[in-house]
Structure formats: structure tokens, C-alpha cells
């Protein structure tokens, strides 16, 4: 199925959505820019986009697959595609696995999740039976035992592990404990979220001979987002042109940015997908352009993925950050942010995670005190806030990777965990 114009899929959606027809109502007829066009508000997308009585859909849903989805809100909902959406889909995706050094022959191991509608092992298990390169694929899934799942790896000599960062994270424990070698893997793929510069360290120590990189953006209810720019930094991408276009909004006036290094929220349109159209849809990230000449962007993580404590908005990427500058040595494999609240005050916790072997109290506690110092120092009104007695102190937990909360639907690392009782 070829790309469809732009002013094709705005007439179409306007005339057979009825959430679009509502959503364009005040916009003259010959609309047909992105500019012209408001930018999705995600609430009443979802609210619209409903089993029953669904108002986004342009067709009745009669030909389709059905899949679950966060939504980039994290409560789930459905995003549906027709089969030649769905072939489309896969087949582009797999056009940018040639991107990730995917070589012909490659025995590649599909450790993402199936089941409960969830589509990330289907997907990638279609992507790469459609990718431009041959290769044998290895459905193993990502709720698959460990001690079985490298069993498999080295009875198969898999040169390619794909899964979401987390799985691959607790692979690489495992293997690190265990004292396992798979010096088959050359390749290691993640998806579904991103790779900080702990866990880096935990799978290039697991797998020495493997190169560590993107295997692409995608999301099933955003769809094509980008594929992988070969290089040193993983996070940057290029759109799917022509299927997909993608742009970056300023925080504050929703202008389109035009410039590299200015962060705004991701904003795409899909034009492949008619049954549910994707139009002005925020993919729930971050970014920056890197390269506006050959629409290179880099992801910057969620732009969700952060917490109020009492007065203090705080996010994931301050925490990560906080760490990259404190542990100098790499002991720290993984981290979770922790919402309590006891004594009528709110308060963080910073869950960290360790390499297995690496748990001497002493060198930890100094390791503590110094994340959280740059943590303090990076969001002063939160050492204020305590002096003020409105939330406790910052504080450390300390944890294998393993102990780290996940999505028991996804296996996606679950970055802030709110644990504060709701009534």
C-alpha cells in the first residue's frame, strides 16, 4: 500500500471520522498543511476512540487486528490496523533494521512480549520476516525463563538479541551472575524505551562482542516514527519518509521547531493508516532535531515520565542524570523513582541497582550520598522544600535489577513508581 497525500488523508478523515469532523469543524475546507491543523489532544482522542460507539474510526471495524496500547498515558487502550496498514507498517520497519548492521543470515532472537493483545513480538517477529535481508528468527518472547532462554540462545548460536531495554537488562544479569558466555551475540537491539548510560555498561559487559544500538521508533498507536541513523548515539533517528512525518512543537507555543538542538514535544502523522487515522498525534516523547537538512532528531525520553512531590515537579531524565555524574565507576545498573508518603509528607526514593558482586555497604553509601547530592543540586527547591518541612529527604534504596518494578504486560522498567495511598 503506497503513502497517501497529506490532503488526501485530511479530506478522508474529516469526511468519515467523526472526532475529526469535530476537531477541523472551524477550519476552512481547503485545509490541507499540517500548520492548518490543531495538534490531537490525546484525552479526547482516547475518549473518542472506544470500543463501543467509537467516534475516531473512519469505517466500521469489520477487517482489522486488534491491539492494546498505553497510548503514551500508560492506561491501556486499543489501536487497530487493516492488513495492508499493518504489511505496510511492518515492511518499512524492516527496511530500517538494515540500518541497525542487520547482515544477511543473522540468527536474530525475538525477546519482546506477546499476548493480551500486546504487539511488539509480532511486530518485530513481521518486521524482520519482511526486512531486505535474510535472516533466521528465533520467536523466544520476552516471558520465557531466563535459564531456557540461553539455552536457546547458545544451542542457536543467536547473533542478535532484540527486546524491550529492560529484558535485555535482566538477560545480561543473569548471564553476569551465572558466569554464562554467549560469544555469539554481536548485535544487540532495544525498543519500547530508552538505553541510559547504566544500562549500556550492564550489556556491553555481558556481551562483550556486541555492538549496542536503536532497533528502531515505533509505537502501535503512534505507528512508524523513526529508523536508525547509524552512529555513536543511538538515540538519534530519521523519520520514515514517505509514510511518516515527524515534527518537534516548542514547549510553549506549539510552534513547529526548525532548529537543531532546541527541545520540543514529538508530534507525528502517519500516512499510511485511513480505518484510524494518526494526525498532529504527540508520541509521548521528547526531542530535538540533529540535522534538519536529513530530518535527523534525537529522543530525549518521556515527556511524561515525571512526578510531583509535594511542591516539586521532578523528572526521570534529572535522576538519570544525577547519576550518570555520580558514579563515576559504572556500579550503577539500573534505577527506579520511588513516591511515598508517610507522617503527612510526601517523599522520594531513589531505587538504584547494582551489578551482581557489588554490594560493599560502605562504597554504596558513599555512592548515595553523592547521587543525591547532585540530584539536590540539580533541583534546589527540592533540599528547600525539605527545610521547610514540606517532604522528606531524598533518599537511596539499593536493589539488583531483577527487583526493579515492570509493566507485567510489557516488561517495559516502570521509571517512576507512585506508591503514595489514593482514597
Keep these: 500500500m503506497s503513502a497517501q497525500q497529506l490532503s488526501d488523508l485530511i479530506r478522508f478523515a474529516r469526511h468519515n471520522s467523526p472526532f475529526y469532523r469535530e476537531l477541523y469543524a472551524s477550519l476552512p475546507p481547503d485545509a490541507d498543511r499540517l500548520t492548518d491543523l490543531p495538534v490531537v489532544d490525546q484525552e479526547a482522542f482516547w475518549a473518542a476512540n472506544t470500543l463501543d460507539g467509537n467516534r475516531v474510526l473512519t469505517g466500521p471495524l469489520s477487517e482489522a487486528t486488534v491491539y492494546k496500547t498505553g497510548g ?3 492506561a491501556p487502550k486499543f489501536s487497530v490496523y487493516t492488513r495492508d496498514e499493518w504489511r505496510t507498517f511492518v515492511t518499512v520497519f524492516g527496511q530500517g533494521l538494515v540500518d541497525t548492521g542487520l547482515r544477511p543470515g543473522h540468527r536474530v532472537a525475538d525477546l519482546f512480549y506477546a499476548g493480551e493483545l500486546y504487539a511488539s513480538f509480532l511486530f518485530l517477529l513481521d518486521s524482520l520476516a519482511h526486512a531486505p535481508v535474510d535472516n533466521v528468527r528465533l520467536p523466544i518472547g520476552g516471558a520465557a525463563p531466563l535459564e531456557s532462554t540461553v539455552a536457546t540462545l547458545r544451542e542457536f548460536a543467536a547473533q542478535v538479541l532484540t527486546g524491550t531495554t529492560t529484558t535485555l537488562c535482566r538477560l545480561a544479569e543473569h548471564v553476569l551472575a551465572a558466569e554464562l558466555r554467549l560469544d555469539a551475540v554481536e548485535l544487540v537491539l532495544f525498543g519500547g524505551e530508552a538505553l541510559f548510560a547504566d544500562q549500556r555498561r550492564l550489556l556491553a559487559a555481558a556481551f562483550p562482542n556486541a555492538a549496542i544500538r536503536s532497533v528502531g521508533y515505533a509505537s502501535v498507536d503512534a505507528g512508524l516514527l523513526g529508523r536508525p541513523v547509524p552512529g555513536p548515539d543511538p538515540r538519534v533517528h530519521r523519520a520514515f519518509t514517505p509514510h511518516s512525518v515527524v515534527e518537534i ?14 527541545p520540543g514535544r514529538a508530534v507525528v502523522t502517519s500516512l499510511f493508516r485511513r480505518l484510524m487515522p494518526v494526525i498532529r498525534y504527540p508520541a509521548g516523547d521528547r526531542a530535538e532535531w ?15 515520565e515525571g512526578v510531583r512531590v509535594g511542591p516539586v515537579s521532578l523528572y526521570a531524565q534529572d535522576a538519570q542524570d544525577a547519576v550518570a555524574q555520580a558514579d563515576t565507576e559504572g556500579r550503577i545498573a539500573g534505577m527506579q523513582l520511588v513516591v511515598r508518603r508517610w507522617e503527612g509528607r510526601d517523599g522520594l526514593v531513589l531505587r538504584l541497582a547494582t551489578a551482581p558482586g557489588d554490594d560493599d555497604p560502605a562504597v554504596l553509601d558513599v555512592l548515595a550520598k553523592a547521587v543525591v547530592t547532585e540530584l539536590e543540586n540539580a533541583r534546589p527547591l527540592y533540599p528547600d522544600s525539605v527545610n521547610a518541612g514540606f517532604v522528606h529527604p531524598l533518599s537511596v534504596e539499593w536493589a539488583r535489577h531483577r527487583d526493579l518494578a515492570v509493566n507485567p504486560r510489557t516488561g517495559k522498567l516502570v521509571r517512576v513508581l507512585d506508591e503514595r495511598p489514593t482514597i
Design 72 to 74: 503514551t498515558t500508560g
Design 249 to 262: 512543537l516548542d514547549d510553549t507555543t506549539g510552534e513547529p521547531v526548525t532548529e537543531p538542538g532546541r
Design 290 to 304: 540533529t540535522d534538519t537538512e536529513r530530518g535527523h532528531f534525537r529522543i530525549l525520553g518521556r515527556a511524561e
